[in-house]
């Protein structure tokens, strides 16, 4: 039921963890995947195994947050696949300071890389779109600091609660366009950058109750596929949580 054949899709931040296991999962159902990223060998790495599972995959490279790299890349995705039926973003990073450490640079950078760039890949995803004149899906990924708060990466969980506002707005304003907009909305997910991270003390290892809830990039990008699908025809403006049933919990603590 889940059959992407034929399907045009750019997975931006494709060259590593979430993006990597969603562009690879695209290819296993049949889509045309161009698969973006800032580095070309990542790119052309994750490439080389969508074309090994048997599916059309090319490599693309762009620094999405600039608004004329972003048109270029939307625009060379749907020369490739022959029209562009999907964007996946996944795109994004945190930087970790407590507010009142954080600097004017870090914060605009955490909006640039979080935020803003939705803005113009999307627009950019949605003009092809509404140019071959058939729809689309758009699906970006947010997270759960962008719902509660988001203590140590505060200009993080802001720009995430404004992709989840964007994505309500693009999803009215587009609709009429026969284009669907989501966000999945992870909580910790256990990529090979967030292990490396608790390697190195960057980021703080959860307890082992969360860590045990924590998905794998494959859960995320089963999650992906199914709102890029048309089983999800009648899903927009949505936002699916996706962390183990962490956020569901009491947050007080009894004896």
Do not use: C
């Amino acid at each position: 039921m889940l059959d992407l054949s034929g399907r045009g899709v750019l997975v931006a931040g494709g060259g590593q963890g979430m993006g990597r296991a969603t562009a690879l999962l695209l290819a296993k159902l049949g889509a045309k995947v161009a698969v973006l990223d800032e580095l070309a060998e990542r790119a052309s790495a994750v490439a080389k195994e969508a074309r090994a599972l048997g599916a059309a995959a090319e490599a693309l490279v762009a620094d999405v947050t600039d608004a004329a790299q972003a048109e270029r890349a939307a625009a060379d995705a749907a020369r490739f696949t022959g029209g562009l039926d999907a964007l996946v973003n996944i795109v994004g990073s945190a930087s970790w300071a407590p507010l009142l450490e954080l600097d004017d640079a870090t914060w605009e950078r955490d909006q640039r890389v979080n935020l803003k760039h939705h803005w113009l890949l999307g627009r950019a995803a949605a003009k092809q779109m509404i140019a071959a004149g058939r729809g689309g899906s758009i699906v970006v990924v947010a997270s759960v600091s962008g719902m509660f708060s988001a203590a140590g990466h505060g200009a993080y969980g802001a720009a995430k609660a404004g992709l989840i506002g964007l994505v309500k707005t693009m999803a009215d304003e587009w609709w009429p366009h026969g284009i669907r907009v989501n966000a999945v909305v992870p909580g910790a997910v256990r990529t090979p950058r967030i292990e490396a991270g608790w390697q190195s003390g960057e980021i703080r290892r959860p307890a082992p109750d969360v860590v045990e809830r924590m998905a794998l990039p494959e859960d995320i990008a089963h999650a992906l596929a199914f709102l890029s699908s048309d089983l999800a025809r009648r899903i927009t403006g949505q936002t699916l949580v996706i962390d183990g049933g962490v956020t569901t919990r009491f947050p007080f603590r009894f004896e």
